[in-house]
């Protein structure tokens, strides 16, 4: 069974870019056929979906967000990461890793624990 | 891409049966069959309930059903139990990869 695990710092400064990643065990990121994918929930707020990456290496982001997001696999260290530029407050948001199955499942099934962040100076 | 509309909260006696809906539009909810329901518990990562419309994961109970008509989904929690007290959110496919949530609707066990 996939577990996740999100890391990175909890708190950045207004303008700068948020980086956080989502560590995979139970499995290979690059042997399986999944989409790996990022969710926020700003405080007292809902889910938002934020993108994901499929193992070929494509990305798909929220058009709202495309802007700023990046979301790359390290195969490495087994690892994707997520990267949110021009940050502000309202980036403040707990951060979920999420796995999507594959093609032709469209939910997300196997989710981190979350990671918060907080965007102040 | 814009939320889909949930109903801020819900609520119901235990053993009773509570509706949620979930409104999007044709190019969400309406043109697929795949709209998921998560279930949050306080300080939780969500957890599936219900996908493509109307299907349980294993170990989901069988109290929990969904269904869809146009542009509106439902979410269904028959036999309120305690447990069952948790924010609910819909998610649907729309379209390239990408997907959308619901606003959130918390549901109380009265």
């Known amino acids: 069974q996939?577990?996740?695990q999100e890391s990175g710092p909890g708190l950045v400064k207004p303008s700068e870019t948020l980086s956080l990643t989502c560590t995979v065990s139970g499995g290979s990121i690059s042997s399986s056929s999944y989409y790996w994918g990022?969710?926020?929930?700003?405080?007292?707020?809902?889910?938002?979906?934020?993108?994901?990456?499929?193992y070929s290496g494509s990305t798909y982001y929220?058009?709202?967000?495309?802007?700023?997001?990046?979301?790359?696999v390290d195969t490495s260290k087994n690892q994707f990461s997520?990267?949110?530029?021009?940050?502000?407050?309202?980036?403040?948001?707990?951060?979920?890793?999420?796995?999507?199955?594959?093609?032709?499942?469209?939910?997300?099934?196997?989710?981190?624990?979350?990671?918060?962040?907080?965007?102040s100076s | 891409q814009s939320a889909?509309?949930?109903?801020?909260?819900?609520?119901?006696?235990?053993?009773?049966?509570v509706t949620i809906s979930c409104t999007g539009t044709s190019s969400d909810v309406g043109g697929y069959n795949y709209v998921s329901w998560y279930q949050q518990h306080p300080g939780k990562a969500p957890k599936l309930m219900i996908y493509e419309v109307s299907k349980r994961p294993s170990g989901v109970p069988d109290?929990?059903?969904?269904?869809?008509?146009g542009n509106t989904a439902s979410l269904t929690v028959?036999?309120?139990?305690?447990?069952?007290?948790?924010?609910?959110?819909?998610?649907?496919?729309?379209g390239s990869n990408n997907f959308v949530f619901g606003t959130g609707t918390k549901v109380t066990v009265l």
């Not at chain 1, 929220?62 to 790359?72: A, Y």
């Not at chain 2, 889909?4 to 235990?14: E, I, K, V």
């Not at chain 2, 109290?63 to 869809?68: D, L, M, V, W």
């Open chain 2, 4 to 17: 889909l509309t949930q109903p801020p909260s819900a609520s119901g006696s235990p053993g009773q049966s």
């Open chain 1, 82 to 119: 997520l990267k949110l530029s021009s940050v502000t407050a309202a980036d403040t948001a707990v951060y979920y890793c999420a796995i999507r199955a594959g093609y032709y499942y469209y939910y997300m099934d196997v989710w981190g624990k979350g990671t918060t962040v907080t965007v």
């Open chain 1, 38 to 54: 990022w969710i926020r929930q700003p405080p007292g707020k809902g889910l938002e979906w934020i993108g994901s990456i499929y």
């Open chain 1, 62 to 72: 929220n058009p709202s967000l495309k802007s700023r997001v990046t979301i790359s």
């Open chain 1, 2 to 4: 996939l577990q996740l």
């Open chain 2, 78 to 94: 028959s036999g309120l139990q305690a447990e069952d007290e948790a924010d609910y959110y819909c998610s649907s496919y729309a």
């Open chain 2, 63 to 69: 109290r929990f059903s969904g269904s869809k008509s």
